[in-house]
RNA sequence: GGGCGGAUAGCUCAGCUGGAAGAGCAUCGGCCUUACAAGCCGGAGGUCACAGGUUCGAGCCCUGUUCCGCCUACCA
């Protein structure tokens, strides 16, 4: 191994391949090249003006702080099959590759390493901070980057971005700049979702909800006119300062006698009103509900429909505010629903406490609790783009699997104003100003110097946007947009979004609503929703709970090929993957076998074969005649199944064709070519083998692209060394041979008949024995068949001769069985009980009994033969009579057999 | 509460427009046959969740039920 080794490191080119393959040398070797020859960076002119059709594909960005795990591994899998194949399509195929600046998680990343250092992040101040987490990207930011490498990704390496480099910077701006002066960006006070750890907003889907145990509290709010008292339940006591209304539902007839009345704010002591409205659940609770505008959204909503005033009672970081009762005021939240609690019990307002289970919000990037707050920020106008972006559904861009265009229109439908501005630091920072003389508002690209109103100084914005608001750009702003690039005229609107549901919503709609708004274009033409890759159990693979298969591990373990290949096999459409590393390591077996069936045909390639396969077809043994058949199957599978998205199918196409057809079948049929002194014969075969074996590299390539590469290099007579610019194989419609793979199956049953005799009666495998077959009543072709590979079945079935013809019989103390009518004697005289055998028989017998009995109710059905189509019922018919026959000569067979036993 | 998906061999899953149930892994038996023991050959193993319906015919279409998973809304 150690010399093939090094032969291997001198350069692919030239060299055998060693024995066993070793993946992480190869990966390398070809990851390299393909970068450094620049092999994936296509030229935007080929589409210009070359009139080539582009394909492109933007990569879902992971996040700079990310790791790759096995989402990744699925999602850059999927997309690199689909650029590898449409290269071969003769496509011109950009695939950007890129990194997401994930604002909170990175901020959240440096300020931890801060915090080790005793730090935090206003201690350093904003711009410092800033270097910092540049610094950190510095550092790390290219770790997921090189993890993409390793999977094989063909991107174009000279087209990376970044969300937060000076061009997508630019864009950003002008889409915030413009968005503005068109009226679809504001700024007001909202109640949003605010995280107290993470200091910022959040956007609805940004939180996160999980089953939390709480207390549900009663607690009585008097009337004012002393005229009795409600009852409400709450679960957060402290907010109760800030209530302005307690609410009942308009026909719940305990309350009618309040409504419009006050009740006195316990605690507080200020009159609050009673209102009514339908939004409150008579169930739930006490069917009284308080109104706490600052601190609940629905209350919030509440209070705008009744026009109530909003009272924050709890600041930003989570603390009692100036309006709170002067008890309260400083104290942190939990600490005032305690004291609260306690003073509500001390004056007898509290009637009791319950356990309450309920979901409560989180942060989905530190899982801090989420508080309703208000505050001012910017928002988004979906509305109108939100409309534009659900009718371009299926019109111009069309999901796959359609399923989940119900999900997105759903989510369209519902949509609510978008808050983009968080209160971080590490992100876009908002392109507004404010005047501090004249309070003028300036919203523009460039940075101004002065008020142009006033000439005062000027004051940016804190705020920077959320990260999914240039990530959805990302589609065009990576192309160069706003900037008329070659690239954008070129590969935009781009071909497919591959990505996983779980951001449906977060981004993809997103991109459909920037896209067609500032390109007037949707983003894309199709949407492949991949699923989730789970572990076995089924359960979403989390570190927390320790059970992710990390991708890189396995990669090393395995190679990047057999990772990939398992991924495709498991990616059906609309489902979830669970993946174990059985199932990898069950797939390199898979790449070995490759692997070994090409040193097997290196071994017997001494190089170019002289015939064409032109030549190499004339008077072609059945074999060749036959995979060559089946290899124009391969390629229209292939061809369709990567086109429809069915990935899965691919792979299941190319395991069954390379395995079970042409190493179990084609390569051991040719040993005898192979081997033998006919020269022609052998040239031709050679011919036959090295077309197809070549050709499945250029179809397997997309799905495994090292291995494939790595047989191409040094295959003989193959001019062009670069597999991944090979073009998908052209058809040979002369090589479709309808009668060719009926003689092969027919061979086929006959070789597995006489080797499952062999078997199953426990003939030592080392004994070669007779056969004899009556071809009398088999298919036409039958005959031919059989002499022509005699040699065959004897060298497949270990037979010592073979004696075929129509009318042959074997002894009566035979093993045999019915082949499509031909039936087979294996002499056993001397060998074996024939217990056994009149035994296998009536299992056989059996098996044909049940298949006779099923198809024969079938027919004699009332009025299948009237309704059923023609074509089926004669199919039946003939299958029946098939089945009849094989019976009848069986069960003679058997008789045969145990007149035998009875003569001893 | 609303929506979506799943239930097929011991395990993980295929099964396209309805026409005699498939693969991989695991298992059992036999083979170191000169590409591959990470291999070869053969066997066993399924009332396709349950109940109805449509049809000549249902794993596939329709209705209902039971479990499981996910998404989404709400939870005062």
Redesign the pocket.
């Known amino acids: 191994m150690s010399e093939n080794s090094a032969g291997n490191a001198s350069g692919p080119l030239e060299t055998a391949l060693p024995?066993?393959?070793e993946p992480a040398d190869v990966e390398a070797r070809w990851g390299r090249h393909w970068e450094e020859n620049k092999t994936f960076t296509p030229d935007p002119a080929e589409v210009l003006e070359g009139g080539k059709q582009p394909y492109s594909i933007v990569i879902p960005p992971p996040n700079v702080t990310g790791a790759l795990h096995m989402g990744h591994a699925l999602n850059l899998t999927l997309q690199d099959i689909l650029c590898r194949f449409m290269r071969q399509q003769g496509k011109s195929v950009l695939w950007v590759p890129g990194t997401d600046h994930a604002g909170i998680a990175t901020q959240n990343v440096v300020e931890r390493q801060l915090k080790k250092e005793g730090k935090k992040r206003d201690d350093l101040g904003r711009e410092a901070f800033i270097d910092r987490v540049w610094e950190w990207r510095k550092d790390y930011g290219s770790r997921i980057l090189n993890q993409i490498r390793r999977m094989g990704a063909s991107v174009d390496w000279t087209s990376e971005r970044f969300t937060l480099d000076e061009g997508l910077s630019k864009a950003v701006r002008e889409v915030f700049v413009r968005l503005f002066h068109e009226g679809l960006i504001y700024k007001g006070n909202y109640i949003v979702n605010w995280c107290n750890r993470c200091h910022t907003a959040l956007a609805?889907?940004e939180v996160e909800?999980a089953p939390k145990k709480?207390k549900?509290?009663r607690i009585r709010y008097k009337l004012a006119d002393g005229g009795g008292e409600l009852i409400?339940?709450?679960?957060?006591p402290e907010t109760l300062l800030g209530d302005v209304a307690v609410?009942v539902h308009p026909e719940d007839e305990r309350y009618t006698f309040a409504v419009g009345k006050n009740v006195i704010l316990p605690l507080v002591g200020k009159e609050i009103p009673v209102i009514a409205d339908a939004y409150?659940?008579?169930?739930?609770?006490t069917?009284?509900?308080?109104i706490t505008p600052a601190h609940?959204?629905?209350d919030w909503a509440l209070a705008r429909t009744h026009n109530l005033p909003v009272i924050p009672v709890i600041d930003d970081k989570g603390f009692m505010n100036e309006n709170a009762p002067a008890a309260y005021q400083g104290l942190a939240s939990a600490a005032c629903r305690e004291k609260i609690v306690a003073d509500l019990d001390e004056q007898g307002l509290l009637v009791d406490v319950a356990d309450?289970d309920?979901?409560?919000g989180e942060c989905y990037r530190c899982k801090s609790v989420i508080e309703p707050h208000v505050s001012e920020q910017w928002f988004v106008k979906v509305g109108p783009l939100a409309k534009a972006a659900r009718a371009a559904v299926p019109a111009e861009t069309q999901i796959f699997p359609p399923?989940w265009e119900?999900?997105y229109y759903?989510?369209l439908d519902?949509i609510r104003d978008w808050c983009i501005s968080r209160q971080i630091w590490w992100g876009h920072r908002i392109p507004a100003w404010t005047c501090e003389a004249c309070g003028e508002l300036l919203v523009q690209t460039e940075d101004p110097t002065s008020c142009p109103k006033c000439g005062g100084a000027l004051t940016q914005e804190h705020d920077v946007l959320d990260t999914w608001f240039s990530s959805a750009l990302w589609p065009f702003s990576t192309l160069g947009w706003p900037d008329e690039t070659d690239k954008l005229k070129a590969y935009y609107p781009t071909s497919v979004l591959v990505t996983g549901f779980?951001i449906l919503?977060f981004w993809v709609a997103r991109m459909m609503m920037m896209g067609i708004h500032f390109k007037e274009q949707v983003p894309f033409k199709h949407v492949y929703i991949h699923a989730l890759v789970r572990d076995?159990?089924?359960?979403?693979m989390s570190k927390s709970t320790g059970n992710v298969i990390d991708p890189l591990e396995m990669i090393a373990k395995y190679g990047t090929d057999s990772l990939r290949f398992t991924l495709t096999a498991?990616a059906?459409?609309?489902?979830?993957?669970?993946l174990?590393e059985?199932?990898i390591e069950?797939?390199?077996?898979f790449?070995?076998?490759i692997w070994?069936?090409a040193?097997?045909a290196l071994?017997n390639l001494p190089g170019e074969p002289a015939a064409s396969l032109d030549a190499a077809l004339a008077n072609a043994p059945l074999a060749n005649r036959w995979i060559l058949h089946r290899l124009e199957e391969v390629k229209d599978e292939v061809e369709n199944a990567t086109l429809e998205y069915?990935f899965?199918?691919i792979a299941?196409s190319l395991?069954?064709f390379i395995?079970?057809e042409f190493?179990?079948w084609f390569?051991?049929m040719a040993?005898g070519d192979l081997?033998g002194e006919d020269e022609k014969a052998k040239d031709a075969t050679r011919r036959v083998l090295l077309t197809v074996l070549s050709e499945t590299m250029v179809l397997l390539h997309p799905v495994m692209p090292f291995v494939t590469q790595e047989i191409w290099s040094v295959l003989p007579g193959i001019t062009d060394k670069e597999l991944a610019l090979a073009p998908f194989p052209a058809r040979r419609p002369q090589c479709r041979n309808e009668a060719a793979a009926r003689g092969m199956a027919f061979f086929q049953g006959v070789?597995?008949a006489t080797?499952?005799i062999?078997?199953?009666l426990?003939i030592d495998?080392?004994k070669k024995l007779p056969l004899i077959i009556d071809t009398a009543d088999g298919y036409p072709g039958a005959q031919a068949v059989l002499t022509e590979n005699a040699h065959l079945i004897q060298q497949l079935a270990r037979i010592e001769t073979a004696d075929i013809g129509p009318g042959k019989t074997g002894p009566r103390a035979s093993g045999t069985a019915v082949v499509e009518g031909a039936r087979i004697f294996v002499p056993l005289k001397g060998i074996v009980d024939f217990g056994a055998e009149v035994a296998r028989l009536d299992?056989e017998l059996g098996k044909l009994d049940k298949?006779?009995a099923?198809?024969t109710a079938?027919l004699s059905?009332?009025?299948?033969a009237?309704?059923?189509?023609a074509d089926?019922v004669a199919?039946?018919r003939e299958?029946?009579a098939?089945?009849e026959d094989a019976k009848a000569k069986l069960a003679e067979l058997q008789e045969r057999l145990k007149s035998a036993l009875v003569e001893g």
């Not at 409150?280 to 609770?285: K, S, Y």
């Not at 069917?287 to 308080?290: A, D, F, N």
């Not at 059906?572 to 669970?578: E, L, N």
């Not at 009237?866 to 189509?869: D, E, V, W």
């Open positions: 024995k066993g393959y609805d889907d909800h709480g549900l509290y409400v339940a709450t679960t957060r609410a409150v659940d008579r169930e739930f609770g069917g009284c509900l308080k609940d959204m629905n309450h309920h979901s409560v399923q119900k999900t759903e989510w519902n779980d919503f076995e159990q089924g359960k979403k498991f059906a459409m609309g489902r979830d993957i669970k174990s059985k199932r069950g797939y390199r077996h790449v070995n076998k070994n069936s040193r097997f071994m069915r899965n199918d299941q395991y069954k395995w079970n190493c179990d390569v051991e040993k081997y070789v597995g080797r499952t062999r078997t199953e426990t495998p080392a299992k298949q006779f099923a198809l079938k059905a009332p009025g299948f009237g309704h059923a189509p089926i199919a039946e299958k029946l098939g089945l």
